[in-house]
């Protein structure tokens, strides 16, 4: 069955540096997002992408963040300057449509801010 | 207040029992969805549903959208069904999460 993926599965960073977190998506799938999850806190929202726009945004994805879709396959999530309080599991997910299909989710990357 | 609600917040049983998770939420919703965490974080996707009923091997998830009201339910579980169940609401493109049910189940 075909699988979200993502890279790394960890990656640790110093504060300040700029990050860049890594999905591919299933083939066929149009819509595609990324969560992030605090450690002992529910997972949360951060953006929905689709026809290479951000579709939808939360409060949490300020100018420190950004995505891109650059060659068709990847998705990516850029925290520019990262904080401490950045250090989360980072969710993609892809679906095939906005409501009536599920989300599938890959493995996350634990992000670490020293 | 939280959109969606969860109980219990953990959940001990024994093997061979039947479980029950609940999820109300408070906003109107097109579908709702039941993941599953395991302890190194992934997560899977269970369910997907926006009427009814739906059934997968030991696993059963209804949903009463009148009542905004779902139900996870686990048939003679097993130590392998531990893990975190989470109810995920779709208002619009984006999924509102639960806070999660934490299910140990003892041999």
């Known amino acids: 069955e075909p699988e979200v993926t993502q890279t790394p599965s960890h990656q640790v960073t110093q504060m300040g540096q700029e990050v860049i977190l890594r999905c591919v998506p299933i083939s066929n799938h149009l819509y595609f997002y990324w969560y992030r999850q605090i450690l002992g806190q529910k997972v949360e929202f951060l953006v929905s992408?689709?026809?290479?726009?951000?579709?939808?945004k939360s409060e949490i994805f300020d100018d420190q963040f950004s995505v891109e879709r650059p060659d068709g396959s990847n998705f990516t999530l850029k925290i520019r300057s990262t904080k401490l309080e950045d250090s989360a599991m980072y969710f993609c997910a892809s679906s095939v449509d906005r409501a009536l299909m599920a989300q599938h989710f890959g493995d996350g990357t634990r992000l670490s801010i020293l | 207040k939280n959109e969606v609600e969860q109980s219990p917040q953990n959940l001990t049983a024994q093997e061979g029992e039947f479980i029950t998770i609940n999820c109300s939420y408070s906003v109107g919703i097109s579908a709702l969805h039941w993941l599953q965490q395991h302890p190194g974080g992934g997560i899977v996707s269970l369910f997907m549903l926006s009427s009814g009923k739906k059934k997968h091997g030991r696993l059963i998830a209804t949903i009463n959208i009148q009542e905004k009201h779902s139900s996870l339910h686990i048939t003679a579980s097993h130590p392998r069904d531990s893990a975190v169940y989470i109810c995920a609401v779709l208002p619009t493109d984006k999924l509102i999460f639960g806070t999660g049910t934490r299910l140990q189940v003892f041999p």
């Open positions: 992408f689709y026809n290479n726009e951000i579709s939808e």
